[in-house]
């Protein structure tokens, strides 16, 4: 699955790339995990660059996850001066054998989302797992 395709067409540019991570929120007992995530939106042929790079804040929810972890800050970092996380993302497949263990991986099962987060300012990962994925806006 490609995440940005359960974006709908307010934004026709929104990416995960280069976006801004605010806060998660996780409820374990009711397994729903939410991404509160400031989304690159604008136009990358654009020439002004405040239309190019415009932003827009979204609520990404995982629900019935599997499993939700964050590593801890590479401490070579500067991870305490920050106004949200840098992240990236993409499937946990393309991490195999790098960041988690591959017997994990091998129980994942195969229709779940499973979904990396790179921390850009921590050089470190998230990861979630889950059976469905909704997007929205926020208001």
């Not at 415009?54 to 599997?66: E, K, M």
């Not at 989302?113 to 889950?130: E, G, L, M």
Request: aromatic share 16%; hydrophobic share 40%; proline share 6%.
């Amino acid at each position: 699955m490609i995440l940005e395709s359960i974006l709908d067409n307010q934004y026709p540019y929104a990416t995960f790339h280069d976006s801004i991570l605010y806060n998660i929120d996780v409820d374990y007992k009711d397994r729903v995990a939410k991404f509160k995530i400031d989304m690159l939106v604008g136009d990358p042929s654009e020439k002004d660059i405040d239309k190019r790079e415009a932003y827009a804040i979204g609520i990404l929810t995982f629900i019935n996850f599997i499993f939700c972890t964050i590593d801890p800050p590479d401490p070579s970092y500067n991870f305490i001066d920050t106004e949200g996380l840098w992240i990236d993302e993409g499937p946990i497949t393309n991490l195999k054998g790098k960041s988690l263990p591959n017997d994990l991986l091998e129980k994942i099962p195969a229709d779940a989302i499973a979904r990396y987060f790179f921390i850009a300012d921590w050089n470190s990962f998230i990861y979630v797992v889950s059976e469905s994925v909704e997007f929205s806006w926020a208001k």
